[in-house]
């Protein structure tokens, strides 16, 4: 059974910084990509940064050099840097670990506010 526990998320201002965690455990086998996705109020999931295996990233447009990916591999632990957040990255952001298949965390709120 593989777990992702998320933490990290809040209230923040706009202009202002938050850093969201993904811890992965159980019984975990070649990990091809961990990363987040997120999901406005009435809007679709939608993915935010994804980090593979080789170290390579993608990123939405949306948070393009506003936002960081990074991973400690031996923790199984992927985090988010959020910098300069505005109204529009509200949302709850979801954890996935693409391995065999593809695992969800439970999901941490972010709110932006003015």
């Known amino acids: 059974q593989v777990q992702l526990v998320e933490s990290g998320g809040g209230l923040v201002q706009t202009g202002g910084s938050l850093r969201l965690s993904c811890a992965a455990s159980?019984?975990?086998?070649?990990?091809?990509?961990m990363g987040w996705y997120r999901q406005a109020p009435g809007k679709a999931r939608e993915l935010v940064a994804v980090m593979f295996s080789g170290g390579s990233t993608k990123y939405a447009d949306s948070v393009k050099g506003r936002f960081t990916i990074s991973r400690d591999n031996a923790k199984n632990t992927v985090y988010l840097q959020m910098n300069s957040v505005n109204d529009e990255d509200t949302g709850v952001y979801y954890c996935?670990?693409?391995?065999?298949?593809?695992?969800w965390g439970q999901g941490t709120q972010v709110t932006v506010s003015s």
């Open positions: 159980g019984s975990i086998s070649s990990i091809n990509a």
């Open positions: 996935i670990l693409k391995w065999v298949r593809d695992s």
